[in-house]
């Protein structure tokens, strides 16, 4: 005979359950303060990530001062700067070799729209080819403002639930990107 008994959920939690709830909350939390971005730097907005993870605005402070130049152990992907049509496969590429959970934030007007250079060799956005969760204006942004979108993807992160990446939804938004 089992000593195990199930229990209903507390009142007032509903869906998932309480264990699974909370669960979620402590490695949303975890996952939130242990980031490792991977700096997509291509031109000018890099400059300003260079002085976000200097010593005066210091990301360190989040939990992010490891930072990754390997896809496979990184998990947040910073795009900085203006992404030519010729490079969007390679930026395509290295999202595809980071593991999931993974998430992407545009930094700057080039990474998030094409910015100034509304030409026909520019890629128009990031978005154009994988998808995004933080766009970061300013041309360039300020370390503020690089931080500013930082705190958002920590945000997003604690929220996330742990079955989101095997949603549907998501699945639905992996395939319009024609990403099995
Ligand atoms: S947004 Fe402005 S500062 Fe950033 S890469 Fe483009 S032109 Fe340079």
Redesign the pocket.
């Known amino acids: 005979m089992s000593d195990i008994q199930l229990v209903d959920a507390p009142a007032g939690v509903e869906g998932a359950g309480f264990f699974a709830t909370s669960l979620d909350k402590v490695i949303g939390i975890a996952r939130s303060n242990s980031l490792w971005p991977l700096p997509f730097a291509t031109?000018?907005?890099g400059i300003e990530f260079m002085a976000t993870m200097a010593s005066h605005y210091d990301l360190a402070r989040f939990g992010a001062e490891r930072i990754s130049f390997s896809p496979r152990q990184a998990d947040l992907l910073m795009v900085m700067?203006?992404i030519a049509k010729k490079m969007a496969p390679v930026l395509r590429q290295v999202y595809l070799q980071m593991a999931e959970p993974r998430w992407v934030m545009a930094v700057?007007?080039?990474a998030s729209s094409g910015?100034?250079f509304d030409t026909y060799s520019v890629l128009q956005g990031i978005d154009e080819v994988i998808p995004v969760d933080v766009y970061v204006p300013g041309?360039?942004p300020r370390p503020e403002a690089i931080i500013d979108g930082f705190i958002n993807i920590q945000q997003l992160v604690q929220t996330e639930s742990l079955r989101r990446r095997n949603e549907p939804k998501y699945q639905e938004l992996l395939a319009k990107y024609g990403i099995q």
């Open positions: 031109s000018c907005c700067g203006t700057g007007a080039c910015g100034i041309c360039p």
